[in-house]
């Protein structure tokens, strides 16, 4: 442990060091983003930056590189490539200037990654590194889900996976490590309600699509506030509703997108039935007939206790404010790594005020010092892995 204490202290020194570099590289990331499976230009990039190493192709445009031992367990540590479609409002002279965005904080975690993976480079690592480049978090098919098929975890004998995201529902400077769930499954929906359409003046002659829709709309908040255990808790959300042409036109046809999260796998199956009791039996109602095709997406993202605990140990004692209660319902593929392996991810702060820019805003903007505590966090996974 004294050797670890050691590691801990060079490892963080060595960090710092690198962060001009790190600070670069993010400015250079962000202005120059690529959409989720066009992240290739994004590897390439920070392969660049990583110290030498062989790298492997996974996932279509993702990268791993191993740093250290080539045999033997390792640790892998992940930053995601991808960004959104997002026109940019920050206004700072290194905005894109495309409509694609990094208004999640990739830029900051691969920045952040390549910070670590620099230092480490400098130091005697006791196991190696597996940094993995993973493209496709924001949109399917998962970047990750596609790595845990691939082998490539069981062929590199990684013992376990961290990562790092920023949160600006947390205070700045603290970085929450949670065991157990911290990120709710997610399947995402369709409805198509068909009905009888026509004038608007003859209601009685149709079959309304738009009204059993309507209606079906706040019938599915029931999942959330009768069906499902409120200590556990649910999230019923539409967040795309289209028909009609005209205020005077009856459509035929109403249809709505939507998503359904759970935060626990329990849970799921028996919320996925709700949602189509609901569909078809309100459609039905209103004299008309729906259509329900479901999307799985990410299953609840477990952290592993033992990681959660060791990590907050690391940051705790290297002067760290750790938070041990924050949860959302937000839903990430990391949690297909930690139905692969032992997982742990982490949220650091970055300011919880009114008003403020969130994740996936056009004006979201981390600092530039968010990269040093991100890189901290995966250097304290890091040594959990080793510890437990």
């Given at each position: 442990?004294?050797?670890?204490?050691?590691?801990?202290?060079?490892?963080?020194?060595?960090?710092?060091?690198?962060?001009?570099?790190?600070?670069?590289?993010?400015?250079?990331?962000?202005?120059?983003?690529?959409?989720?499976?066009?992240?290739?230009?994004?590897?390439?990039?920070?392969?660049?930056?990583?110290?030498?190493?062989?790298?492997?192709?996974?996932?279509?445009?993702?990268?791993?590189?191993?740093?250290?031992?080539?045999?033997?367990?390792?640790?892998?540590?992940?930053?995601?490539?991808?960004?959104?479609?997002?026109?940019?409002?920050?206004?700072?002279?290194?905005?894109s200037e495309t409509d694609l965005m990094h208004a999640c904080g990739h830029d900051v975690h691969l920045a952040a990654l390549v910070a670590?993976?620099?230092?480490?480079?400098?130091?005697?690592?006791?196991?190696?590194?597996?940094?993995?480049?993973?493209?496709?978090?924001?949109?399917?098919?998962?970047?990750?889900?596609?790595?845990?098929?691939?082998?490539?975890?069981?062929?590199?004998?990684?013992?376990?996976?961290?990562?790092?995201?920023?949160?600006?529902?947390?205070?700045?400077?603290?970085?929450?490590?949670?065991?157990?769930?911290?990120?709710?499954?997610?399947?995402?929906?369709?409805?198509?309600?068909?009905?009888?359409?026509?004038?608007?003046?003859?209601?009685?002659?149709?079959?309304?699509?738009?009204?059993?829709?309507?209606?079906?709309?706040?019938?599915?908040?029931?999942?959330?506030?009768?069906?499902?255990?409120?200590?556990?808790?649910?999230?019923?959300?539409?967040?795309?509703?289209?028909?009609?042409?005209?205020?005077?036109?009856?459509?035929?046809?109403?249809?709505?997108?939507?998503?359904?999260?759970?935060?626990?796998?329990?849970?799921?199956?028996?919320?996925?039935?709700?949602?189509?009791?609901?569909?078809?039996?309100?459609?039905?109602?209103?004299?008309?007939?729906?259509?329900?095709?479901?999307?799985?997406?990410?299953?609840?993202?477990?952290?592993?206790?033992?990681?959660?605990?060791?990590?907050?140990?690391?940051?705790?004692?290297?002067?760290?404010?750790?938070?041990?209660?924050?949860?959302?319902?937000?839903a990430d593929d990391f949690a297909h790594y930690c139905g692969s392996t032992r997982g742990l991810m982490m949220f650091v702060g970055l300011g919880d005020s009114a008003g403020a820019p969130t994740l996936h805003d056009e004006r979201f903007?981390?600092?530039?010092?968010?990269?040093?505590?991100?890189?901290?966090?995966?250097?304290?996974?890091?040594?959990?892995?080793?510890?437990?």
């Open positions: 442990m004294n050797d670890l204490h050691g590691l801990w202290a060079d490892w963080r020194a060595a960090v710092s060091h690198e962060l001009p570099f790190a600070t670069t590289l993010r400015h250079r990331l962000h202005a120059d983003p690529r959409i989720s499976g066009d992240e290739e230009d994004t590897a390439l990039a920070v392969l660049e930056a990583m110290p030498a190493g062989e790298s492997l192709r996974v996932a279509k445009t993702g990268r791993a590189l191993r740093l250290g031992s080539p045999d033997g367990p390792a640790v892998a540590l992940r930053a995601e490539l991808d960004a959104l479609p997002v026109l940019e409002r920050t206004g700072v002279a290194w905005a670590v993976c620099r230092a480490a480079a400098e130091i005697d690592l006791p196991q190696p590194i597996l940094a993995l480049l993973q493209p496709r978090e924001e949109t399917p098919p998962s970047g990750a889900l596609d790595i845990v098929d691939s082998g490539m975890l069981r062929d590199q004998q990684v013992t376990a996976v961290i990562g790092a995201h920023v949160q600006p529902r947390l205070p700045a400077g603290v970085v929450s490590v949670v065991p157990g769930p911290i990120n709710a499954s997610t399947d995402e929906f369709e409805v198509v309600v068909t009905g009888h359409g026509g004038h608007a003046g003859y209601p009685h002659l149709l079959r309304d699509p738009i009204l059993a829709l309507a209606q079906i709309v706040v019938s599915l908040q029931q999942i959330a506030s009768r069906r499902i255990d409120p200590v556990s808790g649910a999230v019923c959300s539409v967040g795309r509703i289209q028909s009609g042409t005209a205020a005077n036109i009856v459509p035929n046809q109403a249809t709505a997108l939507g998503s359904l999260r759970v935060m626990r796998d329990s849970d799921r199956e028996a919320a996925l039935a709700n949602l189509r009791e609901i569909v078809h039996g309100t459609a039905r109602a209103y004299g008309c007939e729906a259509e329900l095709r479901i999307m799985p997406c990410e299953p609840v993202l477990q952290n592993d206790s033992a990681l959660a605990l060791g990590a907050a140990g690391w940051l705790t004692g290297g002067g760290v404010t750790v938070d041990t209660a924050f949860r959302s319902f937000g903007l981390p600092p530039d010092s968010s990269i040093e505590l991100v890189a901290t966090a995966l250097v304290a996974g890091y040594l959990a892995a080793l510890g437990s």
